[in-house]
Nanobody, 117 residues
Framework: QVQLVESGGGLVQAGGSLRLSCVAS????????MAWYRQGPGKQRELVAL???????NYADFVKGRFTISRDSAKMMVDLQMNSLSPEDTAVYYC???????????WGQGTQVTVSS
C-alpha cells in the first residue's frame, strides 16, 4: 500500500502563486508515474500535470506555461508550482500515483486551492 499526503493549498489572489507538495510513504518502490489532478466545483476531476519515473512531463493545455511539476524520487515527493493563478484554477487538488502492479492508482486526500478575483 501507498499513502499520499498533500500540502500547500490555500487562498491566494488572482495572479498569485502557490506550491503544492505531495509525499508518498509505504510501498514506494511500486510507484512509477505521479500526477496532480483537480476537481473544481460542479466539475469532473481532471488531469493537471504528470511526471514519469524518468522525469518526463505532460501538462493539461490550461496550465501550460503557468504550472510546473517536479519530482524528488529519493524523497518520493512531487511538487506543483502554480503561477499566474486565476479564479478558474479554484479546485481541490489531488496527488495521484500509479502502482506498477495494480490497475488502480493511489490518491491523496486532496488540498483546497481557492483563487480570489
Amino acid at each position: 500500500q501507498v499513502q499520499l499526503v498533500e500540502s500547500g493549498g490555500g487562498l491566494v489572489q488572482a495572479g498569485g502563486s502557490l506550491r503544492l507538495s505531495c509525499v508518498a510513504s509505504g510501498s514506494i518502490r511500486r510507484i512509477n508515474d505521479m500526477a496532480w489532478y483537480r476537481q473544481g466545483p460542479g466539475k469532473q476531476r481532471e488531469l493537471v500535470a504528470l511526471i514519469t519515473s524518468g522525469g518526463g512531463t505532460n501538462y493539461a493545455d490550461f496550465v501550460k506555461g503557468r504550472f510546473t511539476i517536479s519530482r524528488d524520487s529519493a524523497k518520493m515527493m512531487v511538487d506543483l508550482q502554480m503561477n499566474s493563478l486565476s479564479p478558474e484554477d479554484t479546485a481541490v487538488y489531488y496527488c495521484n500515483a500509479k502502482d506498477i502492479y495494480l490497475s488502480s492508482p493511489y490518491w491523496g486526500q486532496g488540498t483546497q486551492v481557492t483563487v480570489s478575483s
